[in-house]
T-cell receptor
Framework: GDSVTQMEGPVTLSEEAFLTINCTYT??????LFWYVQYPGEGLQLLLK?????DKGSNKGFEATYRKETTSFHLEKGSVQVSDSAVYFC??????????FGAGTTVTVRA | DGGITQSPKYLFRKEGQNVTLSCEQN?????MYWYRQDPGQGLRLIYY???????QKGDIAEGYSVSREKKESFPLTVTSAQKNPTAFYLC?????????????FGDGTRLSIL
């Protein structure tokens, strides 16, 4: 079945550092890929998405490129802020409409 | 503003008691979902519904029940058969057709055992 593997956390960074969170997937067909962010005590918010190979999703300074050859969708941000501290989830949506989530990566940014 | 409202934010259950978590959406979405989140784990699907009066079991449906009598509402009941109910519960909704449609989430209900 479909599955998502995320880099384990927690990740602790200083403000203005570069952030990468690795995400790889296993799926049949051509899934759509998503990154969600969860702030403390809240639900998930869609951060960005990509629906086909080589698509780049971007939002709020975050980017991720759909790489079919490596089955990856790594999340990057060039300069993080304290407000980026959250849990980040990679997810895929395959031939059915169900989302498969990674385990989540906790990111803490220190001033 | 359109969105998903979950209530209550915190809920406590006594042994042997059923409790119901509310989920209401005004996004006019046909599909709705319930997930369970445990520390260090991703979200796991409990139940989902693509249309009113129809729903299917997800990956961890045992000990849970749902109804879908209205498009806007998808309540989840945690029954006494669920032996480890302490978790964060998230409701979501989406347009059901198309792979590229994201799911929109509520702010969750945290359920604990007394």
């Amino acid at each position: 079945g479909d599955s998502v593997t995320q880099m384990e956390g927690p990740v602790t960074l200083s403000e203005e550092a570069f952030l990468t969170i690795n995400c790889t997937y296993t799926a049949t067909g051509y899934p759509s890929l998503f990154w969600y962010v969860q702030y403390p005590g809240e639900g998930l918010q869609l951060l960005l998405k990509a629906t086909k190979a080589d698509d780049k999703g971007s939002n709020k300074g975050f980017e991720a490129t759909y790489r079919k050859e490596t089955t990856s969708f790594h999340l990057e941000k060039g300069s993080v802020q304290v407000s980026d501290s959250a849990v980040y989830f990679c997810a895929l949506k395959g031939n059915d409409y169900k989302l498969s989530f990674g385990a989540g990566t906790t990111v803490t940014v220190r001033a | 503003d359109g969105g998903i409202t979950q209530s209550p934010k915190y809920l406590f259950r006594k042994e042997g008691q059923n409790v119901t978590l509310s989920c209401e959406q005004n996004l006019n979405h046909d599909a709705m979902y319930w997930y369970r989140q445990d520390p260090g784990q991703g979200l796991r699907l409990i139940y989902y519904s693509q249309i009113v009066n129809d729903f299917q079991k997800g990956d961890i449906a045992e000990g849970y029940s749902v109804s879908r009598e209205k498009k806007e509402s998808f309540p989840l009941t945690v029954t006494s058969a669920q032996k480890n109910p302490t978790a964060f519960y998230l409701c979501a909704s989406s347009i059901p057709t198309g792979q590229n449609q994201p799911q929109h989430f509520g702010d969750g209900t945290r359920l604990s055992i007394l």
